[in-house]
């Protein structure tokens, strides 16, 4: 079950209020992704990053910032311009050698904003 | 950029029947194609992959299958068991893209004991 971390499990905020969900990984991987997953829509991207110091957005990037200063670690900071932040949120990491690997999935992180 | 259709939504079956989710993709250069279920309350995870340089694969009770001219692929699962029952979601992934990949919506697979 290791390798990948993400905390808290639940988080709570009230709107108005930025928020940074944390995502650890020690699998020496050098991708990592941000996925916000709503019932009935799948994991959507929101930031996704091949190497440290580098990061570029996905599908739903708007209202959502991230930093990459580690190999090991990527957090997504969901702002208050975010629309509807109340979601559940999966970070992931991938090796990166040239062809698509899988992804191995963090536990999540469910996010609610009231 | 890529889109993938997953369908059914729903899938309900008797344990022992097969079942089968099936995907298409857009983009003709998608070359990686996994397939992660999810339980509930858990993370996804990889439970089958192909390539686009294979048509078929299996693996015990699961197997894979791509038509790259028709570009889409189908998870079919037989002798299905209670504790198949989960969320499975397809992905089309683009390998010189940081294997950033699409997924589809997700089927709810629920195996009737």
């Known amino acids: 079950d290791g390798g990948i971390t993400q905390s808290p499990k639940y988080l709570f905020r009230k709107e108005g209020q930025n928020v940074t969900l944390s995502c650890e990984q020690n699998?020496?991987?050098?991708?990592m992704y941000w996925y916000r997953q709503d019932p009935g829509q799948g994991l959507r991207l929101i930031y996704y990053?091949?190497?440290?110091?580098?990061?570029q957005k996905g599908d739903i990037a708007e209202g959502y910032s991230v930093s990459r200063e580690k190999k090991e670690s990527f957090p997504l900071t969901v702002t208050s311009a975010q629309k509807n932040p109340t979601a559940f949120y999966l970070c992931?990491?991938?090796?990166?050698?040239?062809?698509?690997?899988?992804?191995?999935f963090g536990p999540g992180t469910r996010l609610t904003v009231t | 950029g890529e889109n993938v259709e997953q369908h059914p939504s729903t899938l309900s079956v008797q344990e022992g029947d097969s079942a089968v989710i099936k995907c298409t993709y857009s983009?003709?250069?998608?070359?990686?194609f996994p397939w992660y279920k999810q339980e509930l309350g858990k993370r996804p995870q990889l439970i089958i992959d192909?390539?686009?340089?294979?048509g078929e694969k299996k693996d015990q009770r699961i197997a894979v299958t791509l038509n790259k001219t028709a570009k889409h692929f189908s998870l079919h699962i037989t002798e299905t068991q209670p504790e198949d029952s989960a969320v499975y979601f397809c992905?089309?992934?683009?390998?010189?893209?940081?294997?950033?990949?699409?997924f589809g919506d997700g089927t709810t697979l629920t195996v009737k004991p």
């Open positions: 992931a990491s991938s090796p990166v050698e040239g062809v698509a690997y899988e992804q191995y």
């Open positions: 699998l020496n991987h050098d991708a």
């Open positions: 990053s091949q190497i440290v110091n580098d990061f």
């Open positions: 983009d003709s250069a998608s070359n990686y």
């Open positions: 192909i390539r686009s340089n294979v």
């Open positions: 992905a089309a992934s683009l390998g010189t893209n940081a294997g950033k990949s699409t």
